[in-house]
């Protein structure tokens, strides 16, 4: 088991930047892919951003070319630069950790783009 926790969200004006990262409670190796996902009042989870244990990534339509995940060390394995921000992009994001085909959830961190 590994427990997660998401830092660096807050509250942001429209155009400025937020860096979102991902700590675990051990070092984890053995990574399938890992990634960020946002949930806004009222709509379904969706992806923001994965990237795979050989470095692809991949992002949502509604930030590519803004935001930029990255792969850290085993016990703050990937971030999130977030950059242009939106009022759109307020939501609830979480980190998620697939091991060994084992998804692993964190808890979720708020951001707020005021316009």
């Known amino acids: 088991q590994v427990q997660l926790v998401e830092s660096g969200g807050g509250l942001v004006q429209a155009g400025g930047s937020l860096r979102l990262s991902c700590a675990a409670s051990r070092s984890i190796f053995a990574i399938d892919t890992m990634g960020w996902y946002r949930q806004a009042p009222g709509k379904q989870r969706e992806l923001v951003a994965a990237i795979t244990s050989g470095g692809s990534t991949n992002y949502g339509d509604s930030v590519k070319g803004r935001f930029t995940i990255s792969r850290d060390n085993p016990k703050n394995p990937v971030n999130l630069q977030m950059n242009s921000l939106k009022p759109e992009d307020t939501a609830v994001y979480y980190c998620?950790?697939?091991?060994?085909?084992?998804?692993?959830w964190g808890q979720g961190t708020q951001v707020t783009v005021s316009s």
């Open positions: 998620n950790i697939r091991m060994r085909g084992t998804d692993y």
